[in-house]
């Protein structure tokens, strides 16, 4: 469950406090990545975005015996890539934009040792605690796919493990779909039919794509920018593999461009952590 952002030297840089701004062009939320600038070339280079993109890759590796952390599965249970990037219409709405590649089928069916689909989770103030989740399949007669529902940590069904590699469920924190929440509003919602040639493994995968309009946020989002740091993380409902992508805080003292964060990566490089 690795992940990579541009969050951690960003924050490392606090004297020249800055934020990433609504950055990326318009996407047409349709299932096709290409306006995001991702292809499915078969290279590892194919994961790379257009620029001023956040995204996360866990390229599976067939490794450890198909271990991914926090559980196993190998790659029809990873989660390969989770990316993001918000923008402002014609209209003066600000969108929130987020794409997903796994090799888990969404169609996989939920029983015996078998689980589907999981909801994206937000994670407003990074503080453990997830205040949105947007539906990727419907989960009760008035929750359904598209919908984006406030949250606390109750109203989330949980995974199979306590900690990476230890099968509990009883005891599991880690949140994989909605059962119960506030319905604030509606994503527009495309999966994608499977496509090969992905990465240096290739193999079925799927693309998830989404576009949330930030009103619904309330207070967490004002304007085009969030208000607080935050995460959004995605897991099938069996928390085999959590992909997580964290953005730049949005406090600013000064307005900095764009070429000052892809500056501070070519010399920091992009930061990588492991989160449980």
């Not at 995001?36 to 450890?64: C, K, M």
Request: hydrophobic share 40%; net charge negative; charged share 15%.
């Amino acid at each position: 469950m690795k992940t990579t952002s541009l969050a951690g030297f960003t924050l490392a840089l606090s004297a020249a406090a800055f934020t990433l701004p609504a950055h990326a062009a318009q996407l047409t939320i349709d299932g096709d990545f290409a306006d995001w600038g991702i292809a499915n070339n078969g290279t590892a280079s194919g994961w790379t975005p257009n620029s001023g993109i956040l995204f996360t890759v866990e390229d599976q590796s067939n490794a450890n015996n198909g271990y991914l952390s926090p559980g196993w599965g190998g790659q029809a249970y990873d989660a390969e890539a989770l990316y993001l990037t918000w923008y402002t219409k014609m209209d003066g709405q600000t969108y929130l934009a987020l794409g997903l590649i796994t090799g888990h089928d969404p169609n996989t069916p939920t029983n015996g040792s078998s689980y589907g689909r999981g909801d994206f989770a937000i994670d407003f103030g990074r503080d453990g605690s997830f205040e949105f989740g947007v539906l990727t399949a419907d989960r009760s007669g008035t929750l359904r796919q598209g919908d984006v529902v406030g949250t606390t940590n109750a109203d989330w069904a949980t995974g199979l493990w306590s900690a990476p590699g230890v099968y509990d469920p009883a005891h599991s924190s880690y949140v994989t779909k909605v059962n119960t929440g506030t319905d604030v509003g509606n994503a527009s919602l495309v999966i994608s039919s499977n496509f090969g040639n992905m990465g240096t493994l290739g193999g079925n995968h799927w693309f998830y794509e989404l576009e949330i309009p930030v009103s619904v946020f309330g207070n967490h989002w004002v304007g085009n920018s969030p208000t607080e740091s935050f995460d959004v993380q995605w897991t099938m409902l069996c928390a085999n593999d959590i992909i997580v992508v964290d953005p730049v805080p949005a406090t600013v003292s000064e307005p900095t461009s764009l070429a000052l964060v892809l500056g501070a990566a070519g010399i920091a490089g992009l930061a990588r952590r492991r989160r449980a």
